[in-house]
């Protein structure tokens, strides 16, 4: 297990009080994003993400109370009284000691909580939440809420922003999420099972002045008879023996148990139309394909779901990087107990490797559901977000049109797709073998095309219909314009769907 708290399992107090006077001193020194990354400078911020703090130390010696906040609450250093009192003029100390934002070190002070600045476009926020391993110099309680981390980003990222009336984050940290909503939905909801969580959650959206309800209790048990327009889920989705070591982490369920009960559960939480996103993890077993597990985990008919994976972890750097994580250091006596239990398992159970991705999920009245299932392991820059939103209006559209207006619908190829042709050497100077489409925007689709198709496509610039621009193209290479357009429907659905070919 974790290493145990000293504070006898009293929770921070985070009061609207002192997180009031927290947040006026911090826009004072302009402890925030922006602010952060002026006073370190690029060398020292690349530094400190790469977990080398002296560069940062160094640039904050003359920034006033910025640099006090800074090498206090993201460096973790021991700062004297004094400066601490200046650079938090209006906080009662011993409060804030009380609430675990600072603790005592001697003659100075520490951060005992993670307070840093998180932003995204449209301003910056401060999210509340325990110190990392490295900030305690051990091993994580099992009670620890994780801070601001790859995951939470990573959600945030692929998480569609259209505006909506409710939107719930089940196991919402501390509060992340619930952040991001704060731009785009005008009531939110937050619930979480452990109790240092909500209260750190809590203090997160008291000192960003954001509106959320908090709620209590094991996944959706809080919310029986309600449904909600959008709902975003970070959960504890490793995968492994049934067990709780770190609550942030672990569910208690078995294996991927935990990504299938969300994926499973959420739709009937969603109101007509509405959109579920989540972080999920799911086994790759010895004979058994993916997609077919991670489709099963639905509900039959009315959900559309799209399955994203973006990496494949094989079992002994899953369990390493996992035991890192949490502070444990592989090569100890626990390290080495807690991995070969893990490894045990997974051996048992004949999994090959873990599957980590996103589940983009919509509800919808129809029986002809859209599910699918792939792969999205390539580099890409964009995220993921506007591209899922987009994907379901082209799931809509698709669902929409059937074979006879697809003919009659004229397309476009936009700007951001581009034919990419590899050639090779022949008798006859050079042959082409392989044409791909590639989409240079979003998450960089591609797809190899024969010359055939590569010919119909280049007729899409919105003048023809798709029926006459199969007609001609029979015609000119005398070819049967019915077997044409009976294999060209499939290959132009799937290239809407990827967004390659739009409706003009």
Same mark, same amino acid.
């Given at each position: 297990?974790?290493?145990?708290?000293?504070?006898?399992?009293?929770?921070?107090?985070?009061?609207?009080?002192?997180?009031?006077?927290?947040?006026?001193?911090?826009?004072?020194?302009?402890?925030?994003?922006?602010?952060?990354?002026?006073?370190?400078?690029?060398?020292?911020?690349?530094?400190?993400?790469?977990?080398?703090?002296?560069?940062?130390?160094?640039?904050?010696?003359?920034?006033?109370?910025?640099?006090?906040?800074?090498?206090?609450?993201?460096?973790?250093?021991?700062?004297?009284?004094?400066?601490?009192?200046?650079?938090?003029?209006?906080?009662?100390?011993?409060?804030?000691?009380?609430?675990?934002?600072?603790?005592?070190?001697?003659?100075?002070?520490?951060?005992?909580?993670?307070?840093?600045?998180?932003?995204?476009?449209?301003?910056?926020?401060?999210?509340?939440?325990?110190?990392?391993?490295?900030?305690?110099?051990?091993?994580?309680?099992?009670?620890?809420?994780?801070?601001?981390?790859?995951?939470?980003?990573?959600?945030?990222?692929?998480?569609?922003?259209?505006?909506?009336?409710?939107?719930?984050?089940?196991?919402?940290?501390?509060?992340?999420?619930?952040?991001?909503?704060?731009?785009?939905?005008?009531?939110?909801?937050?619930?979480?099972?452990?109790?240092?969580?909500?209260?750190?959650?809590?203090?997160?959206?008291?000192?960003?002045?954001?509106?959320?309800?908090?709620?209590?209790?094991?996944?959706?048990?809080?919310?029986?008879?309600?449904?909600?327009?959008?709902?975003?889920?970070?959960?504890?989705?490793?995968?492994?023996?049934?067990?709780?070591?770190?609550?942030?982490?672990?569910?208690?369920?078995?294996?991927?148990?935990?990504?299938?009960?969300?994926?499973?559960?959420?739709?009937?939480?969603?109101?007509?139309?509405?959109?579920?996103?989540?972080?999920?993890?799911?086994?790759?077993?010895?004979?058994?394909?993916?997609?077919?597990?991670?489709?099963?985990?639905?509900?039959?008919?009315?959900?559309?779901?799209?399955?994203?994976?973006?990496?494949?972890?094989?079992? =002994?750097?899953? $369990?390493?990087?996992? &035991? *890192?994580? @949490?502070?444990? /250091? %592989?090569?100890?006596? !626990?390290?080495? #107990?807690?991995?070969?239990?893990?490894?045990?398992?997974?051996?048992?159970?004949?999994?090959?490797?873990?599957?980590?991705?996103?589940?983009?999920?919509?509800?919808?009245?129809?029986?002809? =559901?859209?599910? $699918?299932?792939?792969? &999205? *392991?390539? @580099?890409?820059? /964009? %995220?993921?977000?506007? !591209?899922?939103? #987009?994907?379901?209006?082209?799931?809509?559209?698709?669902?929409?049109?059937?074979?006879?207006?697809?003919?009659?619908?004229?397309?476009?190829?936009?700007?951001?797709?581009?034919?990419?042709?590899?050639?090779?050497?022949?008798?006859?100077?050079?042959?082409?073998?392989?044409?791909?489409?590639?989409?240079?925007?979003?998450?960089?689709?591609?797809?190899?095309?024969?010359?055939?198709?590569?010919?119909?496509?280049?007729?899409?610039?919105?003048?023809?219909?798709?029926?006459?621009?199969?007609?001609?193209?029979?015609?000119?290479?005398?070819?049967?314009?019915?077997?044409?357009?009976?294999?060209?429907?499939?290959?132009?659905?799937?290239?809407?769907?990827?967004?390659?070919?739009?409706?003009?």
């Amino acid at each position: 297990m974790g290493g145990a708290r000293d504070d006898g399992g009293v929770l921070p107090d985070l009061s609207a009080d002192l997180t009031a006077r927290l947040r006026a001193a911090f826009l004072a020194a302009d402890y925030d994003a922006d602010g952060v990354v002026d006073v370190l400078g690029p060398q020292a911020h690349a530094a400190l993400g790469r977990g080398e703090p002296e560069a940062a130390r160094r640039a904050t010696r003359d920034a006033g109370a910025l640099g006090t906040l800074t090498r206090l609450f993201l460096l973790g250093d021991t700062e004297s009284e004094a400066a601490v009192r200046q650079a938090l003029p209006d906080v009662d100390l011993d409060t804030a000691v009380k609430a675990e934002v600072l603790r005592a070190d001697g003659d100075g002070l520490r951060a005992g909580l993670d307070i840093r600045p998180y932003g995204d476009d449209e301003g910056s926020w401060w999210v509340i939440a325990d110190q990392d391993s490295e900030q305690r110099g051990g091993p994580v309680p099992t009670d620890h809420v994780l801070g601001v981390g790859h995951a939470s980003i990573s959600l945030a990222r692929a998480t569609s922003r259209r505006q909506v009336g409710t939107l719930l984050d089940l196991g919402t940290g501390c509060g992340v999420q619930a952040l991001h909503a704060s731009r785009h939905a005008q009531k939110i909801t937050a619930t979480d099972l452990s109790e240092r969580a909500l209260a750190l959650a809590a203090g997160t959206f008291r000192i960003n002045e954001v509106d959320v309800e908090l709620r209590q209790g094991e996944w959706f048990g809080p919310l029986r008879g309600r449904r909600f327009d959008q709902v975003v889920c970070n959960p504890p989705f490793v995968v492994g023996p049934p067990r709780v070591d770190y609550v942030y982490r672990d569910s208690g369920l078995a294996g991927d148990d935990a990504s299938a009960l969300v994926v499973r559960q959420m739709p009937s939480f969603l109101n007509e139309g509405g959109v579920g996103q989540l972080l999920a993890s799911w086994l790759h077993r010895k004979g058994e394909d993916w997609a077919d597990r991670v489709s099963a985990w639905l509900p039959h008919g009315g959900v559309d779901a799209w399955f994203v994976q973006r990496d494949i972890a094989d079992p =002994a750097l899953y $369990v390493g990087t996992w &035991l *890192r994580d @949490a502070g444990v /250091d %592989p090569r100890s006596d !626990e390290g080495r #107990a807690k991995a070969s239990a893990w490894l045990d398992w997974f051996a048992e159970n004949d999994v090959e490797g873990v599957g980590f991705g996103f589940v983009t999920l919509r509800r919808t009245d129809t029986e002809h =559901a859209e599910v $699918v299932c792939e792969d &999205l *392991r390539q @580099a890409y820059d /964009d %995220p993921l977000g506007p !591209e899922s939103a #987009a994907w379901l209006d082209r799931v809509a559209w698709l669902r929409a049109t059937d074979n006879a207006k697809l003919l009659a619908t004229r397309f476009d190829v936009p700007e951001t797709v581009l034919l990419e042709e590899v050639s090779a050497p022949s008798e006859e100077g050079w042959e082409s073998v392989v044409r791909r489409l590639h989409r240079t925007d979003g998450p960089g689709w591609q797809h190899e095309l024969d010359e055939t198709a590569a010919k119909l496509l280049a007729g899409f610039r919105g003048a023809l219909p798709l029926e006459d621009l199969v007609a001609l193209l029979a015609y000119a290479h005398d070819l049967d314009a019915d077997a044409l357009a009976e294999a060209a429907l499939p290959v132009v659905r799937e290239l809407v769907r990827h967004g390659m070919v739009v409706p003009a």
